[in-house]
């Protein structure tokens, strides 16, 4: 692949100072959730009994000192010493309470959170013009993409349910959220230093995020580093699974077609190809994730030294196979992120998708779904994974406190053959998620030549010469990409027993960063230079109707959820006078 061009942050300033106003909403809404759980919840609820309890000892100086409960590394306290040093509290006296501690996630989700989310979802989709750029070097197109998106795309992922509910407990899942993004954002910018920093730092947060911090952005720098094959070189246009094969052997490039040109075939072609390329770069993948390898070896050591991967409590945390997870992600990606995915259900299901307005009309919805030959055999894969490979961990039906304990008594209680019958639902979920990563295709019908005019102070018109063509520009993520975050989340969830919707938030915070927005479009603009006025044509994007139903949805469920926390608890028989809460 050719040399990327440096990127830079500074077209972003502007719409960071531009916009207090949202940030400032944010923040206080943060600060109200927070201000309604610390008068309702003045005690440590669940999981905040260990962790207030550990945050507490390093406040004494107690170093030495670890509740065997813990399974997580001591990050999150680490940042509660430094937090409270700066608040001048006293430290040694060990009288801090949870409701202080629980400004911690307050301050990391209203003020870090929203510039590191904003900042890495500008850096990826200026990574897409230098795409387009890299691949058509005489292109000049100007990019159309909304500053208004870009916030709004930030404000609604760190308004994400899952995440938002936790800026008001003291639990470690905002600042490993954060500490990953922030790394993330390191190896975008192509900072090596702050990388390899901000990857270490987020390993002390929780030991899942080495999949995130060094075999994923490893996987992405490989990918970018080996070389990628050309239509028509290579391989031919329309390459069959041996073209493929035979290209990337002879070859040693990797077959990258982006999501929206591709089916079910090209993602076992590209993963064959990617496979064929590393063996036959070795040389080429080493030097690339170099700087990799420290994250591994600082987190072998880690294992080494702990014996293990979890702190504590080793008996109820014992890594395992569990592919079932790999099922329940896709539910839950698009319960959540219905909003984003609604079009490409309804272009899949309607006949006639030329009754739909033409914002939601998805022709490739229909190309991209997966033949019935496939479809069996992946739907068939899922009902082996269900009979041989769901796992209940004993928290999980033991506690009704959590939403998934009603939802595993649905799915395995109610009736032995819901599970089963659960599949065609994994099966389309899955379909609608990764399909969404091609982005919407609006194509001008006519990109490219539109004639411009000009009028002069003598109200005389001109004919002028028709501008240069206006390339429709390559954008977009490509099919190795996705098997990249397929790969990190299956290692990331896969050797979890226990089903957590905590533990799906990484995936979605990175699955959500690259879905695209709406292409920009070319749209004639007037322009005005002294005393002439010009009509030139320049790309646009309108803002995304699709964002505004992502905000109202998420507000909707963070309001349920919050009001029947704070306001619909209960009592165990065995615990009178303790009120048990749902989350």
Known sequence: MPPRPPLTESPLLSAIKSTPSIWSAFAIAVFCWLYLVNKNVPQPYLDEFFHVQQ?????????????????????????????????????????VTVTWLRYLNFDLGAFFMPYQVLFTAFVIADSYDVQSRATNLRSKVERGWSKAIFRHTAFNICLFPPLFFFYGLYYTDVASALSVICAYRCYLMQWRKRFILAGLLSLFFRQTNIFWVSLYTGGIEVLRALPGGRPNVEYPKNPTFFDVVAGSWQHGCVYAPLVNQANFQEYLMSGISLVIAVLLNLRIVFRAFRPFFLLLAAFGAFVMWNGGVVLGDKENHVASIHLAQMLYIWPYFTFFSLPMLYPWLLNLFIPDITILPKRLRLPQAKTHAPSLLVSIAIMTAMLAIVHYNTIIHPFTLADNRHYMFYIFRLLLLSHPAIKYLSVPIYFLCAWAVLTALAGPDHKPTNPNIIQTRIRNNNNSN???????????????????????????????????????PRYFILPWLVWRLHLMAPQPVLRRVKMQRGEDEFRITKWDSGHDHKLWLETAWFVAINAVTGYVFLYRGFAWPQEVGRVQRFM
Do not use: D, M
């Open 462 to 500: 001109k004919r002028l010469k028709p501008p240069a063509t206006h390339p429709w520009p390559k954008r977009g993520n490509s099919v190795p990409f996705v098997l990249i975050w397929l790969l990190a989340t299956s290692l990331s969830l896969a050797t979890a027993p226990l089903v957590e």
């Open 55 to 95: 945050a507490q000892l390093y406040l004494q100086g107690r170093w030495n000192a670890w509740h065997p409960k813990i399974t997580t590394p001591p990050g999150l306290y680490l940042l509660s010493y430094v937090q409270v040093s700066f608040g001048a509290f006293l430290i040694w006296s060990g009288t």
